[in-house]
């Protein structure tokens, strides 16, 4: 049997005929920018996500870049990320001309600790921004006491995690602005690229527009020093259409993790997702550790499952860092994680079948 990381094909076929009405009325209406089309994604998203205000951009590193200049992060200032995220969460730290300062995640969530966060605060430190890593919200309670106890702003990076909650509300809703990612793979994705960031205070919103767009709100009258960061019509239509279709398959993933959790559980050495008290797990990605991993990943390979891993090499050791301050530094359990991570297989259309299939080729390589 043949079980890819990734299939598409089956969020297609319940999508395309939707789709194919968003592309007639893109083509008939005319409005190829930051049209109707554009507006009312926006205010289904903002709803879905329980925020006053959406803002629609071209990608997620984007949003993550609007989202630190709409609030004033800049030269000198400081940022507290965690040491396991994925590489564009630095970057639009350092884009901002900020500091990223590398927290640890905790070893079995995955997400930025808590109790890690109070003794990395300077008298610089202006943001924390938590990642809602895979798919599990952050433990926002604690992050959120932390934050306004020493009056920092809070950034969610909500791009692997929507839909997910923390106590009932939904990620994207507790920080000052908050950005996501629509890229085709995560659980909401665009056919191409997309971003959003969310917000409910109003002024905030109005600076993100006007940025996102030149810096202009009037054409040809530029307010701000802004950038070309619009998503893209079309996009926004299709997104639409997907977001009226993510319950079910949000269910759909459920059912394939709980699955997983069921019949992976106590198998070798592997260690399975742990969720954190008062927080929910959409599984945008299912991640195991176990100490044989790269033997693990050839196995399956060999058996015709597909597996990936979220990510090799952490943020502090990437070459694109060298010179920078963090470089050097240690950071034990990030660097744990990044060679004991293995991504398995799962995505809305995945078939029982195919989930015994992964299952029992795991444990045949245990049990082999």
């Known amino acids: 049997m043949q079980v890819p990381f990734v299939n598409f094909g ?92 590398l927290c640890e995640p905790d070893a079995l969530t995955y ?30 309670e604690s992050i959120m006491r932390i934050a306004i106890e020493y009056n920092l702003a809070v950034i969610e990076d909500n791009a692997q995690a929507q839909g997910a909650t923390y106590d009932g509300k939904h990620c994207g809703s507790f920080g000052i602005i908050n950005a996501t990612s629509f890229y085709p793979t995560k659980n909401i994705g665009a056919f191409g690229e997309a971003g959003a960031i969310t917000t409910d205070h109003e002024e905030i919103y109005k600076k993100a527009k006007i940025i996102r767009n030149y810096g202009s709100e009037k054409r040809y009258h530029n307010e701000l020093a802004g950038h070309n960061w619009r998503i893209d019509e079309l996009q926004a239509g299709f997104l639409r259409v ?26 070798g050495d592997i260690q399975l997702p742990k969720i954190a008290k008062k927080a929910s797990h959409v599984y945008h990605l299912f991640v195991i550790q176990t100490t044989k991993r790269d033997a693990l990943k050839v196995f399956l390979e060999e058996h015709g499952i597909q597996t990936l891993i979220h990510y090799p090499i952490p943020p502090h050791l990437q070459k694109a860092f060298i010179g920078y301050d963090f470089h050097n530094f240690h950071y034990p359990i990030a660097e744990k994680l990044a060679k004991q991570m293995l991504s398995l297989p799962l995505y809305p259309g995945m078939t029982d079948d195919q989930i015994s299939y992964v299952c029992d080729i795991v444990k045949r390589y245990y049990h082999g």
Not at 113 to 137: C, F, N, R, S, W
């Open 242 to 267: 997907k977001l009226s279709y993510l319950a079910q398959w949000q269910n759909q993933r459920l059912h394939i993790a709980s699955e997983y959790h069921r019949r992976l559980k106590e198998i």
């Open 111 to 140: 997400n930025i600790d808590p109790q890690k966060i109070e003794p990395l605060i300077t008298a610089k430190t202006k943001a924390i921004m938590p990642v809602h890593l895979y798919g599990q919200a952050c433990e926002m």
């Open 10 to 101: 089956p969020v297609v076929s319940e999508v395309k005929s939707a789709c194919h009405d968003v592309l007639n009325e893109f083509l008939e209406h005319g409005h190829f920018v930051l049209g109707q089309m554009t507006t009312e994604f926006e205010h289904s998203y903002a709803a879905f996500c329980g925020t006053k205000y959406c803002v629609g951009v071209s990608n997620g590193l984007d949003a993550l870049c609007l989202s630190l200049k709409a609030i004033g992060i800049g030269q000198g200032d400081e940022v507290i990320v965690p040491s396991n995220t994925y590489i564009a969460t630095i970057l639009a730290i350092i884009h901002a001309n900020a500091k990223p300062v």
